[in-house]
């Protein structure tokens, strides 16, 4: 089954153009309507509507007039001029007031509602909120009402899922004919609430290209494959791991174990610090070895590079060492600051034959690309995208809503994870599962693609069980990643 498609407002707007179908804001409103009247008990009979300047609006007083038809009531404040709206809104507000329905300047004081319906801005908003609409959208979170909102939450981005100014905290969100990037990214999930998409009868992969895709669980049947009963350690690969400068050794062994406990065949760590240990007696089966022992193509696959690794000179000649070297590698934490660092090093990252990945979170994405923190947040998918351009890498950008891009601009989306994830050694953990699994036979953007969704996915097992999300540590989330791979194998 394919992911599912992820269009831009503007890639929205123009499938609605080659459609060419009529009737596409009456079928939003009646979706709507359905939704809302699901959304009410049996004893729940007021609903408040807001309708906004715009088509959304329009959207808004069709699904007004479907419930007052169905016996509900229902006001409806109106944030826009008559003359003003478009053709199909203003035919849309013409049915409403028909039907014998009248029109509300403000949300009124006092007054009791069971349900609410925006549809004040849709996916078109690219100016933060300001006077009355923004009023209005305080009142409406005041209320303390569950709220459906119509396409997006008012206030929300729908390309990046940046709040504009201020948002509709929504409990319901419908969005029409597919999904857009905002609303599954920084701050979208958190005012969208349960997420729905009704297509209104179009097939928009039949219409545009995507601009991204949803991951979901059928990613990681895609990247592993079962294991015949003839099969022997040599057939899973080779995983190095190098890291684990003075001080910070835990994060190389944490990555290490990942590896080890996703299925990798052997897992050397290559340790940075003055004077390692020669066994991990947790899990003597990490073989430990000099740093420079491990950058040999005939030992690993692999490369994991970057976990509690350090920013000092002698870290960044293995840096270098390792980009030379014929593997896919897998670039996280302090190799990334040191890339930011050096010229050299990113010119030497952008030129490698071999597959990169880069997993940076948002402030190490941010020291590659020479941006504050905040704008990267501001448009996730652009920094994930121009990562990924810059250094010829499949660039993963962590957070809410992880992004991945590859150099030639698509971009995937991850639906999994959860709050508990904040918390140290969850990264190292992410970059020896991906290891892992490329070390297991999945491409490098495979690997990465399943990698990232099997990690968020670990914990929200965690979570489900009672575990989380207060408290899950890294080493929980390994091992429920390991019993959910085993479930897909």
Known sequence: MPLLPIYT??????????????????????????????????????????????????????????????????????????DRLPADAKAAHAKWEAAGGTLLETIPEGARFDLAVDGLFGIGLKRPLAGSHRAIVEKLNSLRLPVLSLDAPSGIDADTGEVMGCAVRAAHTLTFIAHKPGLLTADGPDYCGELTVDPLGLDPL????????????????AAVAPRPRNFHKGKAGSVGVLGGAAGMAGAAVIAGRAALRCGAGRVYLGLLTPRPPRVDYAHPELMLRNPGEILNKDLVDILVVGPGMGRTASASKLLRAALSAPLPLVLDADALNLIADDHGLAAATAKRAAATV?????????????????????????????????????????????????????????????????????????????????????APLGALLAGTYLHGAAADALVAAGSGPVGITASEVIDSARALLNTVR
């Open 9 to 82: 407002a503007g890639a929205i707007r123009e499938i609605e153009a080659r459609a060419a179908a009529a009737g596409l804001m009456q079928r939003a409103g009646q979706a709507g309507a359905e939704l809302a009247r699901s959304l009410c008990s049996d004893t729940a009979k007021s609903i408040l509507v807001v309708a906004g300047p715009g088509n959304n609006g329009g959207d808004a007083f069709e699904a007004a007039v479907a419930l007052k038809r169905w016996f509900f009531r229902v006001a409806v404040v109106f944030a826009g001029e008559r």
């Open 358 to 442: 880069m997993t940076p979170h948002p402030a190490e994405a941010g020291r590659l690309l020479g941006k504050a923190t905040r704008a990267i947040q501001a448009d996730r998918i652009a920094a994930a995208r121009t990562l990924a351009a810059r250094y010829g890498a499949f660039a993963l950008l962590k957070g809410n809503g992880s992004v991945i891009a590859e150099p030639a601009g698509r971009f995937w989306i991850n639906p999994s994870g959860n709050p508990g994830m904040a918390s140290a050694g969850m990264g190292d953990a992410l970059a020896g599962i991906v290891g892992a699994l490329c070390a297991q036979g999945a």
């Open 206 to 221: 039949a219409l545009r290209q995507p601009d991204g895709a949803l991951l979901d669980a059928d990613i990681l049947a």
